[in-house]
T-cell receptor
Framework: DTEVTQTPKHLVMGMTNKKSLKCEQH?????MYWYKQKAKKPPELMFV???????INESVPSRFSPECPNSSLLNLHLHALQPEDSALYLC????????????????FGPGTRLTVT | GENVEQHPSTLSVQEGDSAVIKCTYS??????FPWYKQELGKRPQLIID?????GEKKDQRIAVTLNKTAKHFSLHITETQPEDSAVYFC?????????FGKGTHLIIQP
């Protein structure tokens, strides 16, 4: 199995809602990532989990809260989002999770298209 | 942190011709340089990558070259086909993860 899966595919939420995005991989990868991608822009790194511990948090607002329940699962909890948070949220994974070992292939999930109204 | 510049932002070529996309990076500690292809509405797909101990890598119609001294790397696509139309992103990674270039929209003209 060489796939990263994400649910849901689409999500529409109001600014007062609480929702969660889910990501799963069964490739035995030890690093998992959340990226945000706006239209016609490159993916922007939000969080990195390395061996189930948060290792990088790129100054993301606290209304985004990541969670890594185990080595195969990654969640992103959303609360009190703003319309400008509407974007494609991509999950990715790579084999090694050591911070000095990001030089390994990252495989992306299909993404969740989030719209905040 | 790392800064990756990518050119051109749009590239239009005739079907069958070659396409070249160029990137530069700033962090000399970067040691891995992947290229991703993203079709409209789909996920980025890794198409080729190169590590800093190699100067060139080829996979069928695509090749990547790396010049560590000049800190630049390039993607070459030969005999372009309609299905090559997409946005291509270069990236570089050091100890802080992947930094992407702004992307190149490749258009293959019939």
């Amino acid at each position: 199995d060489t796939e990263v899966t994400q649910t849901p595919k689409h999500l529409v939420m109001g600014m007062t809602n609480k929702k969660s995005l889910k990501c799963e991989q069964h490739m035995g990868h030890r690093a998992m990532y959340w990226y945000k991608q706006k239209a016609k822009k490159p993916p922007e790194l939000m969080f990195v989990y390395s061996y189930e511990k948060l290792s990088i948090n790129e100054s993301v607002p606290s209304r985004f809260s990541p969670e890594c329940p185990n080595s195969s699962l990654l969640n992103l909890h959303l609360h009190a989002l703003q319309p400008e948070d509407s974007a494609l949220y991509l999950c990715a994974s790579s084999l090694y999770g050591d911070r000095a070992s990001f030089s390994y292939e990252q495989y992306f999930g299909p993404g969740t298209r989030l719209t905040v109204t | 942190g790392e800064n990756v510049e990518q050119h051109p932002s749009t590239l239009s070529v005739q079907e069958g011709d070659s396409a070249v996309i160029k990137c530069t990076y700033s962090d000399s500690a970067s040691n891995y340089f992947p290229w991703y292809k993203q079709e409209l509405g789909k996920r980025p797909q890794l198409i080729i990558d190169i590590r800093s101990n190699v100067g060139e890598k080829k996979d069928q119609r695509i090749a990547v070259t790396l010049n560590k001294t000049a800190k630049h790397f390039s993607l070459h696509i030969t005999e372009t086909q309609p299905e090559d139309s997409a946005v291509y992103f270069c990236a570089a990674t050091g100890i802080d993860g992947l930094t992407f270039g702004k992307g190149t929209h490749l258009i293959i003209q019939p």
